[in-house]
């Protein structure tokens, strides 16, 4: 049989011939054994089975863990905290998003019931068009409360303010109850012909279920985090949309227009435009924001703009006042006036189209004035009582004269400067004569006073004139007392002297 091989040095031995190198990379060696029975004998070796891999399975089972912790950690960092809620809405474990939507939804979802409203009538957030800001409720609430900090788990609820939309909040609320809603009545205005002004008429008050009520219920319930709330159906005014104020305030502006409606010279309204026709020129139309449009027809203000001219241009009138020796003024003989032209009247009508209908009236005209001149007469009455002639002067000259007859001896007429006192058309003299019997001349006619009881006046019952004949009065006949009478207003300069 053939004996099992072993190894060199599998007895103990240490014979070099036995040492096989065991760095051979060979699967077979051949060895000699050292007998003559077997000299030459080959034996071989098994094949060496490779080594056995070796065993990871607690480091395999250490990386699933820490890949299961860094995602727990991971999802930490975006969650928001458990025992979170806002509004009553929980919000715990859940991400921003995912939580922003949670607060909307159940904002949409809540239930208002109307109780009172003809069988009970209810609407929803969302048909209210309620809002939150869910965003913003959602970053505070992982801000305040993140997942990753323990200390802040099951900290409580945070609270929100509920907004709604009005416009969508009243229709909602008008379909679920129209009973409950009386609609308003627009203050209005209209031209009164037999008036010829613009009068209103006031606006009534309707009344519809109070959205700012029915916000403020839904706020509670929200924030109480109930879905449902029962409330009796509140009721509000509701205005119009034209309220009476503004038809007043726009009826005073009409009328303000048609006060002053013309064509004006500097603060002179030059060609007036009558009440009726500048109503006629007004379209007045109610607006959709509740207030009135103003437009003006051009095409008919045009015709009156086409008379204008005619109107405004005239000539130039001069002025002649009469004054005193001083300069002051006494009298205004003919009043000044300025020439004017009207410049052209291209683009007028449009122009006072557009201010019509901003409330304005009166339309500043462009003109071109012409100044008038003035002349000034200085008059003066001079009594020459050595001559017994009275000359009438201007400007220090002599334009008419006449004998007059002056106080006797016995009573002297008063000499000196005077100025005319007081005019009287007719009057009954009294006096004293020099033998002392009392006098009475009825009748007196045109008399002007210039100091004390001395007058200048006309004289009927004598015509002996470039004589001494009165108690000292300056007499003359009628016809000239009468022209001095209205040449010489008071103030005129009085020169008598011998």
Known sequence: MTDLATKSGADGSTDGDDIVDAASTDDTVAIDSGSGDSAGATFAWAPMEPEPP????????????????????????????????????????????????????????????????????????????????????????????????????????ADAAVRIDAEAATSALRAAAPELYTDPVDATLAYNTDTATYLSTPGTDGAGIDVDAVRDALQAAFVAGESRVELEAPLAAITPTT??????????????????????????????????????????????????????????IQTAVDGLAKAVDRKVVNATIVTNSAGDTLLTQTEGVSGRTLDSTDGIAASYAEQLST???????????????????????????????????????????????????????????????????????????????????????????????????????????????????VGMPENRAKQIYDWAPNGVDIYVHA
């Open 54 to 157: 070796k065993r990871r399975t607690g480091m395999w089972i250490g990386i699933g863990a820490g890949v299961a912790a860094i995602a727990v950690v991971a999802s930490s960092l975006v969650l928001i905290a458990p025992g979170t809620s806002v509004a009553g809405v929980p919000v715990g474990f859940l991400t921003q998003g995912a939580a922003a939507a949670a607060i909307q939804g159940h904002l949409d979802d809540t239930v208002i019931v109307l109780t009172g409203a003809g069988g009970d009538a209810q609407v929803t957030g969302a048909d209210l068009g309620a809002s939150v800001d869910a965003a913003g409720l959602a970053a505070d609430a992982f801000a305040e409360n993140p997942m990753w900090n323990v200390t802040t788990w099951f900290d409580g609820a």
């Open 243 to 300: 309220p009476t104020y503004v038809a007043e305030s726009t009826a005073d502006q009409l009328n303000s227009i048609l006060d002053t409606a013309g064509f004006y010279v500097g603060d002179e309204r030059t060609v007036p435009v009558d009440r009726a026709e500048a109503a006629s020129w007004l379209t007045v139309t109610p607006t959709a924001e509740g207030t009135f449009d103003i437009v003006a027809d051009e095409d008919a």
């Open 359 to 473: 409330g304005s009236g009166a339309y500043e005209l462009p003109v071109t004035e012409v100044p008038f001149k003035t002349t000034e007469l200085a008059r003066e009455i001079e009594v020459d009582l050595g001559d017994q002639q009275l000359y009438v002067k201007e400007n220090g000259k002599v334009i008419d004269s006449w004998a007059i007859s002056s106080g006797q001896a016995a009573t002297p007429t008063i000499q000196g400067r005077f100025t005319v006192q007081y005019h009287i058309p007719s009057q009954t003299m009294r006096g004293s004569n020099s033998d002392g019997s009392a006098y009475e001349t009825p009748n007196v006619k045109w008399i002007m006073y210039f100091s004390g009881d001395f007058a200048l006046h006309g004289v009927y019952w004598h015509s002996n004139w470039g004589t001494q004949m009165s108690h000292g009065c």
